[in-house]
Every structure is written in C-alpha cells, then in structure tokens.
C-alpha cells in the first residue's frame, strides 16, 4: 500500500506540474498578444487626440456632462493640467442646487437661446447655464466619484478644502449625497428611485422627451442607480476617512437591500424594476423580467455586489444574450429589446435604437475593467476585441452602434473613448507585471 501510495502522489505531483506549465505557457501567449495588439496601439492614440480637444461628451454635445466627465477624467489628465481637469469639478459644486442636488450638465451662458428655458443658473457661476436630466439619479455619485478620480490621478487632495459659498467641497459633497437620502429615498425598499427608463438611460416611457419627472413618471427603483450610489459611498469615505462611521451603515445596507430586492437568485440577473405606487407604465402581460440589463449589472460589480462565480455567470448570460440578438460586443444596453413603441420618445424606437438595445462601449468598456479586476483575463481580452476594431474600423468613438454594428450618435464620444483606454492599460499592466 506505501508504495502505490508514493505512485499516487507522484502521478498528482507530475499532472500538476504540466498543469502549471500549460498556464503559465498559455499567460505568456496572452501577454504577448496583448502587447503586440495592433488595434490597442490604435484607440490609445485616438482616444489621446481626441481627449485633447475638449469635455464636451462629444461633438453632438455642447455641454459638459458629469456622467460623461466621470468616465474620462482620467485620460483628461493624459492631456490637460490638473489646474483645468480640478476646474470643471469646481463648477458642478458652484452649481450645486439649494437642496443638495448636482447638475447633469453645463454650457457657456452665452450658447444659450432665448428661446431656451429648461436651464438653472447660479450666482457662484455666472459663465454658465446649468441642465438637469431629473429622471436618472446618478449625477450626485457621478460627481464624488469623479472627484476620487481625480485625486488618485493627481495626488491632489486640496480640491476637498475649496471653498465655495458657505461649505467646503468636502461639506457639498456629503450635502450632494444626503439629497439623495431625503430626496430620492424609498423607506420600503431602502434604497433609492428614479424614473422608469431603460436600464442606465436617461429616458422616460411616458411622453416625447421624456427626461424630467413629472406627473406623468413611473417611479421606480432599479439597480445602476443604487449601485452608483454605492461606489460613490465608498469613495467619499476613502477622501473622507473620519467620515466612515458615519456614511458605512448607509452603504452597508443599500448593498443588502440591492441583494435583497433586486437580484434575482433563480435567473442569476437583476430584475430591471421595482415599481411604486403607480405601477408600470407598461402593458400589464409584458413581463420586463425576460429583459437582462448589461450596463447597470457591469456598474453592480464594480459596486462588489457580486461574487466572483456569479460574475463568470453574468458574463456567460451576456455572452449569450449578443449572440441572440446578432450584437457585435457586451455593450449591448439590453436584451431583448423593449418592444417598438413602448417608449414615445422615438429615439427609443424602433428595438435596438439608442438605449433600447443599442451597443454602447461607454458601458460595454466598464464591464472590460471589471473582468480584469476580478481576473477574467482571457475573457477580458476576447471581450474587447470587437469594441476596439471598430474604433479602428470607423476612424473613431462613436456614441452607439446598431444591433449590425453600424455607428451612430457623436463620432469623438469621449466617455467610450475614456473606458477603453483604461481597459488596455490593465491589460497591458496585466501583460508586463502578472497579476
């Protein structure tokens, strides 16, 4: 018996000894293929020239959006002195509204129309008119995250000790998260609410715009807005250590409220909403938990809402779910699509126009860099191939693609432009360094 013991254990001993050399070959052609990757070298280099030429989130965009800012500030600093990258920051909290709230956006007072209305303005920011989509509830946690962002990249922390008006931006970004708490809290569910609209979009069902509450909104609760709120939380306590005893219960529990109410254990996906007093604006046989949302469960990892085995099962459903609807990347906002005419702004129609169902790399590019950070390399890299060969493709970054690959929207989408880069520069970190 010893002796065939000692041939057991030299037989597990040999197996996992070529196991090891097969992963460690197998590591060394994907960091080979990752640094000689022909399509990395391009979108670097575009994303770099086309950084430099504003924050505006794209050529179709005249204003400075935070949602957008936060995904690019960091190649900004590629480019642009710290001194103008802190500035921008300082605008969205000299435009702060009077309950806390941050703006979605900002343009030159002097861009705008007389015959234009939906505009705030602030007398601690004359040079610019302020805009608001009310309908999403990320540009507070857009905003703090943003300013962490900046901080890592620059090593700058006096931006928290800017004064601007009677509070600090330390003091107007605890005030910007308490808005969310008293003004966009659910007691029920405890979380937070928004409008109705398509996974992360800015877009209502109900009437032809369709980016302002009003008495036609369906509120409701759904899981990007809360788990933008999360990382938010766990960036401000970072900026603001003496702080966390005080902000932690409030993360720890929209975290277990979002596992609670919002994953769906037996499909292994997020339900898309939680509907309140109003109900669904949809028709009452439409069953919305059939529709899998991409962006909002790339944001959900990011906020650590779930585990490594169920990341691998979200990106197999993703997977999945692109070649069901003949997509080309993991961009793809949503599948299936909300039917043709479900929302009344046309822009939502038909399926797989814009946020209903296009692909968007300004989110497809996120999940990128959480594949990475949980160590789905090689899944990292299969994943980014189509999104960068159609930078190369089209000569650029384009807002969205159709379900057959055709760009659309703003061809110097900076937010897309922004992700992706930073998603090659941890694959690269991954091929020079290991993990």
């Known amino acids: ?35 000689q990757n022909e399509y990395f070298a391009f979108t670097k280099q575009k994303a770099l020239d086309i950084i430099g030429t504003g924050f505006n989130a794209g050529d179709g965009y005249r204003e400075v959006w935070i949602r957008d800012y936060n995904t690019f500030i960091e190649l900004s600093a590629e480019v642009f ?3 103008e990258l802190k500035e921008n920051l300082l605008v969205f909290f000299r435009m702060q509204g009077n309950d806390g709230n941050i703006i979605d956006g900002f343009t030159p007072r002097e861009q705008i129309g007389s ?35 900046y901080i890592k990249v620059t090593g700058d922390t006096t931006i928290l000790n800017e004064q601007i008006g009677d509070k600090t931006v330390s003091e107007r970004m605890e005030w910007a998260m308490k808005f969310l708490t008293e003004h966009r809290w659910n007691n029920e569910y405890g979380l937070i609410i928004g409008a109705t609209t398509a996974d992360w979009g800015d877009v209502q069902p109900e009437h032809g715009w369709g980016v302002d509450l009003d008495q036609n909104t369906h509120p409701a609760i759904d899981i990007y807005d809360n788990a933008m709120f999360i990382i938010a939380l766990d960036n401000m306590m970072e900026m603001l250590p003496k702080k966390r005893l005080k902000w932690q219960p409030l993360r720890d529990q929209l975290a277990e409220n979002s596992r609670k109410y919002l994953w769906d254990e037996e499909n292994q996906k997020f339900i898309p909403h939680i509907y309140l007093e109003k109900g669904s604006p949809f028709p009452d046989d439409f069953d919305e938990n059939q529709i899998y949302y991409f962006g909002g469960t790339a ?29 080309a990347s993991i961009g793809l906002t949503l599948y299936p699509p909300y039917p043709d ?19 968007w790399t300004w989110f497809g590019g996120r999940m990128i860099q959480q594949l990475i950070r949980y160590g789905f390399i090689e899944e990292a890299y299969e994943q980014i191939q189509p999104m960068v060969k159609r930078v ?44």
């Open 341 to 359: 005419g479900y929302f009344a702004n046309q822009i939502m129609n038909p399926e797989y126009s814009y946020q209903n169902g296009g692909d």
């Open 81 to 83: 002195p710290k001194e």
């Open 115 to 149: 015959n234009e209305t939906d505009f705030s303005y602030s007398e601690l920011e004359p040079r610019y008119a302020a805009h608001k989509n009310t309908v999403e509830t990320d540009q507070e946690s857009s905003l703090i995250q943003a300013v962490y962002k």
């Open 299 to 327: 944001v959900a990892i990011e906020a650590g809402l779930l585990s490594k085995d169920e990341i691998k099962t979200s990106l197999e459903e993703m997977v999945n779910r692109v070649k069901q609807a003949g997509a």
């Open 1 to 35: 018996m010893p002796n065939k013991l000692l041939i057991y254990i030299s037989i597990a001993a040999i197996i996992l000894n070529l196991s090891c050399q097969n992963s460690t070959t197998k590591n060394a052609e994907l960091s080979r293929q990752i640094l």
């Open 392 to 435: 190369k493709d089209n000569d650029g970054f384009y807002e969205w693609y159709t379900v057959d690959n055709k760009p659309k929207g703003s061809g110097t989408f900076r937010g897309s432009a922004g992700v992706l880069y930073k998603a090659i520069l941890m694959l690269e970190e991954y091929a020079k360094h290991g993990e």
